[in-house]
């Protein structure tokens, strides 16, 4: 049986961690910006790690700026536009329980805005900017949508889906791809100029999905308590399936430093949820990290390294590639 292992860094925070998102974009320095949220609040701040910079011992975090949210952030994403050179901009967007995206826009000085959208009619479950220029955002909800939103608010596309959407990507560099998951178990490609549907995946149901996007042939998720991975080249059904918590999972990520790296967590356990890295061609995890009540999951952009949040801190495990 494999080591369970703690966290290889851990930052303190002042409240539970409901939402964590390392920017997959570059800052303009070394460091990478990170938001993370819980109940009422935003923080925004740079990690530079000891991988990184020898200076450092483990992991250094530097808030730069703290935001007042009416209510829990369930969702978050960044903007390509947030960047530290130059004339520093931080722009990020969240969604909450009250159905409504907010798109946060600060200079880190005085100029601070908050631009709520409304238009979904249940439940937000995942969002993601545009990220080429950041222009756009497209949301998926419970109503049986996906919307795609301007940074006025304004819906530009609203896609009808069949089931609740779970998770949504966009292709890196090909603008008008988008990829739906819904929860019913089937994964859509969608061209946003003839807003049809070019190709689909299936499974039975499904809770989570991922684009790979160093390597867009791949697709992943988790459905019960497995994980699934297709190659979209080959077929519509999964290439992979292999059982991996033992209770329901709850996230599917891809690595963004290696395209044979993801992660998946499982829905928080009684005592503690379990985070699991694996990589292709091993049958096993290669690590397993558990953490008291874990929340969210992200990779960060150049590092095998992924965040979880937790009651009153970050988690951060490094994986040996």
Not at 41 to 66: H, K, M, P, S
Not at 244 to 260: G, P, Q, T, V, Y
Not at 274 to 281: D, E, N, P, W
Request: contains cysteine; negative net charge.
């Amino acid at each position: 049986k494999k080591d369970i292992r703690s966290p290889s860094y851990t930052v303190a925070c002042e409240d539970y961690v409901h939402v964590v998102e390392f920017s997959p974009f570059t800052s303009g320095t070394p460091a990478s910006l990170l938001a993370y949220g819980g109940n009422q609040y935003v923080v925004v701040g740079t990690c530079l790690f000891q991988e990184e910079d020898v200076e450092i011992e483990g992991v250094e975090f530097n808030v730069l700026r703290a935001f007042h949210h009416e209510l829990r952030v369930d969702a978050l994403a960044w903007s390509p536009e947030s960047r530290l050179d130059r004339i520093p901009t931080i722009r990020l967007c969240t969604a909450a329980a009250d159905r409504k995206l907010r798109l946060l826009t600060s200079d880190l000085q005085d100029r601070h805005e908050v631009k709520v959208m409304e238009g979904h009619t249940s439940y937000i479950n995942h969002l993601v900017f545009e990220p080429t220029e950041g222009k756009q955002i497209a949301s998926v909800s419970d109503d049986h949508t996906c919307r795609v939103w301007d940074l006025d608010g304004n819906e530009s596309t609203v896609l009808r889906l069949r089931s609740p959407g779970m998770s949504v990507c966009w292709h890196p560099e090909e603008v008008f791809k988008l990829m739906v998951a819904e929860k019913k178990g089937t994964i859509r490609f969608y061209d946003l100029v003839t807003q049809q549907a070019i190709l689909s995946l299936d499974c039975g149901t499904l809770i989570s999905a991922d684009w790979c996007l160093t390597n867009t042939i791949k697709v992943g998720a988790v459905a019960g308590n497995d994980w699934l991975i297709w190659d979209i080249t080959r077929s519509s059904y999964p290439q992979e399936k292999r059982p991996a918590h033992i209770d329901k999972a709850r996230l599917f990520k891809w690595s963004r430093a290696n395209e044979n790296l993801f992660a998946t967590t499982g829905c928080p356990g009684k005592i503690s949820s379990q985070l699991f890295i694996h990589h292709l061609g091993h049958p096993q995890p290669v690590m397993i990290g558990s953490a008291p009540v874990g929340s969210g999951l992200s990779w960060h952009r150049t590092l095998p390294l992924c965040a979880v949040g937790g009651d009153r801190k970050l988690c951060f495990w490094m994986t040996e590639m």
